[in-house]
């Protein structure tokens, strides 16, 4: 990483109104830099303007990424799913710009507002929310930003917005400028939205001098901005010079230099066209020669913008970096990637996923069966006034929201219908090809048809590196029809610091109960209660259908905590449970997904589907634990006895018709639903 010094006047360091790249087209300093990285006490800085003074108090560079809103309802998906991905290396923060075309402060998926809000609540990440003057009224704004709060939105980038003609066009009872803007925000909402105005470095286009548009930015800052992001430009020196003459004037916030990287002859045309720039004219040298060459451009233009990069960090006077990445991620990673600022830390903050949301910063624990799921628990979640602190709880624990709409676009499949069917069968001829897929997918192997099984129904993306650890084992059980969505392995005393199991604060270290998830039969499930019996009290199971038939051996119903941390000067951190109450409410999820996400990828009364409807009908969930870390995992003994006892066929099932299993001596106590 580049390291920079602080500035000896002790200042930090404002893009003018209009930010045409926007619209284009289309404590240490590093755990600061992980977009929501909670500290486990309870505790934590929401202030993005207090994430980048420790930074800079540090020495230490960030990065940031700006994104625009997508046209489709597909679009948005791949944003989130992108969101995810470039969220890994550790951007201090996204914006989101507003785009007035596009109903931007509406509900609708691909709104400016509901994708900043998406990657704030559901992929924990610190987001700035563009907001522009331009055709609306002040009450019009208000309510934008008072929606903005209510989402869990922190931060805006005031703008003025360019025109949607040729010329300015005044609003009634509007603003036209973002000075205005910033005023509005601070008046009405005092203190609670860090402000980002925009800076030009060459002057605004419609300003009457660069001294003029200088002053406005000043005057900006002054009204209550934070911090500056600024239009995009081609060589260091011209942002170095203007960042030195905003300081000449008094602007002490920080200023970071936006940064485009070259990636196309096109996009660069289109994008010059808007923010009236002009290329140098050693880029045009270049690019003109080889403007159909696609990859030739962009290799280029990471090249050109790693070298202007490295200026500006050299120079230590740039805190951060701010990148147009035109939704688009192999030219932005590789640049910073080169720069040495991407940082894939697998260290997590939490074992699961944490939101970015400001009422969920004391949400310390969590039940494990939406680990591969964490945007639907946030989504079921997000109405609660308060989050489990530090322990769930009994039966008194809050309801969880309906999920009736399996297509919202932070949840839906990434995949589309035609991938999911080559994955998962296009044909489907009985309970053996649903083994195989979950099989194919534990393996990473392709299926009959070459096809690679990237994900499941209840897991979008392929196995976690933890998963990975139990690999051999759960390809076993999957084949014979053991079908597991969920798992983990028994870990005892772990440094914090590992990179498979690993999380939380360094110096710590982490424990694990086995855990395993999965759906089987009637007739699995007849032998496996017969094993377990031998198994108690060491291993706690519970097991249900899709018509609520419970059984289970969880004393007093309470939760089970199956992962916890000792970390140096914290009380124990125990954030992940087994928790019988919540295990009702994910079973109504689980089951659904067999028909909403698999058996609706085929005809009505197709075999394909029926075989997906038979399984859903009469499978059963069931979770085991086994209580004893220390030891070496007794689960999968656990159902190879459960195998064993099959293979030597021992009379009838102890089924009814409903092929439900019984046992008059389990804890069957019902759980309200």
Not at 100 to 110: F, I, L, V, Y
Not at 270 to 280: A, F, G
Not at 406 to 433: I, P, T, V
Not at 451 to 463: A, F, G, S, Y
Request: hydrophobic share 35%.
């Amino acid at each position: 990483m580049v390291n920079q010094v602080q500035r000896s006047d002790g200042s930090w360091g404002s893009r003018s109104d209009s930010s045409a790249a926007s619209n284009s087209g289309g404590d240490s300093s590093k755990e600061s830099s992980r977009c929501s990285t909670p500290v486990l006490d309870g505790t934590r800085a929401d202030r993005l303007r207090d994430k980048m003074r420790r930074r800079m108090e540090s020495g230490d560079n960030w990065f940031s990424l700006e994104f625009f809103p997508p046209r489709t309802a597909s679009g948005a998906v791949n944003l989130i799913s992108r969101f995810d991905r470039m969220g890994s290396g550790g951007p201090l923060f996204i914006d989101i710009t507003w785009h007035p075309a596009g109903d931007p402060g509406s509900d609708k998926e691909t709104s400016s507002i509901m994708i900043a809000s998406t990657a704030v609540n559901y992929c924990g990440l610190e987001s700035v929310l563009h907001l522009t003057c331009c055709n609306q009224s002040k009450a019009n704004i208000t309510a934008h930003l008072a929606k903005a709060k209510h989402l869990g939105l922190k931060n805006i980038m005031a703008l003025r917005g360019d025109p949607v003609g040729e010329d300015w066009e005044e609003e009634e009872e509007g603003f036209n400028y973002a000075i205005d803007l910033v005023k509005l925000i601070r008046s009405e909402f005092d203190d609670y939205f860090d402000i980002c105005v925009a800076g030009y470095p060459t002057g605004h286009p419609e300003a009457d001098s660069y001294e003029d548009d200088l002053r406005h930015l000043q005057e900006k800052v002054a009204a209550g901005a934070d911090f500056v992001i600024t239009q995009l430009f081609f060589r260091a020196e011209t942002f170095l010079k203007f960042e030195e003459d905003c300081r000449a004037i008094g602007i002490t916030c920080p200023i970071l230099p936006g940064i485009f990287p070259i990636q196309g002859y096109q996009s660069l045309r289109q994008l010059v066209k808007l923010s009236k720039l002009e290329v140098p004219e050693e880029i045009t040298k270049v690019i003109e020669p080889i403007k159909d060459n696609d990859a030739a451009i962009r290799n280029y233009g990471i090249h050109q913008a790693v070298e202007m990069c490295r200026v500006l960090l050299d120079s230590g006077r740039v805190p951060g970096l701010h990148f147009y990445t035109l939704n688009r991620e192999v030219a932005t990673m590789e640049v910073l990637r080169q720069l040495g600022l991407w940082q894939e830390d697998p260290r997590r903050p939490l074992p699961w996923a944490v939101s970015a949301h400001p009422k969920r910063k004391v949400e310390d624990v969590r039940p494990i069966f939406w680990a591969s799921r964490p945007k639907s628990y946030i989504y079921r979640t997000q109405d609660w006034d308060e989050f489990p602190n530090g322990r769930w709880g009994n039966s008194s624990s809050p309801a969880f929201g309906e999920l009736n709409d399996y297509y919202l676009f932070y949840l839906k499949s990434k995949s589309s219908r035609d991938a999911l069917l080559q994955m998962w069968g296009e044909e489907l001829h009985n309970e053996q090809s649903v083994f195989e897929v979950f099989t194919n997918y534990i393996a990473a192997l392709p299926n009959c048809k070459g096809h690679k099984v990237l994900c499941l129904p209840w897991n979008d993306e392929p196995l976690a590196p933890e998963t990975n650890l139990l690999k051999n084992e759960l390809e076993k059980i999957n084949q014979r029809g053991v079908l597991t969505i969920n798992s983990q392995p028994n870990i005892n005393g772990k440094p914090s610091t590992d990179p498979i199991v690993g999380w939380g604060p360094p110096g710590g270290y982490v424990f694990q109960k086995a855990y395993l998830e999965f759906f089987t039969s009637s007739e699995n499930v007849n032998a496996l209660l017969k094993v377990l019996k031998k198994y108690e009290p060491r291993v706690n199971y519970h097991i249900v259908n899709v018509h609520g038939r419970n059984l289970t051996n969880a004393p007093d119903m309470q939760p089970n905590a199956v992962t916890w941390g000792i970390f140096p000067g914290r009380e124990i951190v125990q954030p992940t449970v087994v928790d019988p109450v919540s295990f009702m409410f994910w079973k109504d999820e689980a089951f659904a997904l067999w028909i909403e996400q698999w058996a609706k990828l085929y005809e009505d009364e197709s075999p394909s589907r029926m075989i997906i409807k038979y399984i859903h009908d009469n499978y059963f969930l069931v979770n085991l634990v086994d209580n004893d870390f220390p030891l070496n995992s007794c689960l999968w003994q656990v159902l190879e006895d459960m195998f064993e006892l099959l293979r030597l066929d021992l009379g009838p099932l102890d089924t009814k018709e409903s092929e439900e299993p019984q046992d008059p001596a389990l804890n069957q106590e019902a759980v309200p639903e």
